[in-house]
T-cell receptor, first 115, second 113 residues
Framework: KAGVTQTPRYLIKTRGQQVTLSCSPI?????VSWYQQTPGQGLQFLFE???????NKGNFPGRFSGRQFSNSRSEMNVSTLELGDSALYLC??????????????FGSGTRLTVV | ELKVEQNPLFLSMQEGKNYTIYCNYS?????LYWYRQDPGKSLESLFV?????AVKQEGRLMASLDTKARLSTLHITAAVHDLSATYFC?????????????FGTGTRLTIIP
């Protein structure tokens, strides 16, 4: 069974640009959550999508947005990039948005560097 | 607002020794998750604790949950070098059937031969 696939693995962007990250969940999973990991703030919840609807959102500015497609793949977009957006972005896949007995499955992440 | 505290933040221990990582959280939750992260890697699910008194064991790791004390522990028995990693606990807050995880700060564990 394929795992959670995140693309690209690495990105370097310039301040002011925008970026789109992609996450393909495990086949059959309908919930995708996004997390930001930085050395200073740790792991923080961005948002969660289920059946193309955003059900939950963390405390991030509106520059951070996302969407989910009918095949459950999800994208997140960050506009007007700032240096502080440099982070590892992780997505987590689950069947319906709560943990199964195996917990959430995380992708390998996208490491974004803003210069 | 849910707060999750882990201690210690850093732990350096010799192979063969035992130690415990603590995870305290501030609001009611009946479930808790433990994850492992190797440097530059993603999060690997270790344990899913779904009720008060839950205890799970896998190899040299054992996790438990006391929802009344709002405390979970991750116990390491006879540590080996392969266990060197950062360990996170995560507490879910449910909202309309989906969960938003609040992670602890992580415990960076280094096992010294």
């Amino acid at each position: 069974k394929a795992g959670v696939t995140q693309t690209p693995r690495y990105l370097i962007k310039t301040r002011g640009q925008q970026v789109t990250l992609s996450c393909s969940p495990i086949s059959g999973h309908r919930s995708v959550s996004w997390y930001q990991q930085t050395p200073g703030q740790g792991l923080q919840f961005l948002f969660e999508y289920f059946s193309e609807t955003q059900r939950n959102k963390g405390n991030f500015p509106g520059r951070f947005s996302g969407r989910q497609f009918s095949n459950s793949r999800s994208e997140m977009n960050v506009s007007t990039l700032e240096l502080g957006d440099s982070a590892l972005y992780l997505c987590a896949s689950s069947l319906v948005g709560t943990a199964s007995s195996r917990g959430y499955t995380f992708g390998s992440g996208t490491r974004l560097t803003v210069v | 607002e849910l707060k999750v505290e882990q201690n210690p933040l850093f732990l350096s221990m010799q192979e063969g020794k035992n130690y415990t990582i603590y995870c305290n959280y501030s609001t009611t939750s009946d479930r808790l998750y433990w994850y492992r992260q190797d440097p530059g890697k993603s999060l690997e699910s270790l344990f899913v604790l779904l009720s008060n008194g839950a205890v799970k064991q896998e190899g040299r790791l054992m996790a438990s949950l006391d929802t009344k004390a709002r405390l979970s522990t991750l116990h390491i028995t006879a540590a080996v070098h392969d266990l060197s990693a950062t360990y996170f606990c995560a507490v879910p807050a449910s909202n309309f059937g989906n969960e938003k995880l609040t992670f602890g700060t992580g415990t960076r564990l280094t096992i010294i031969p």
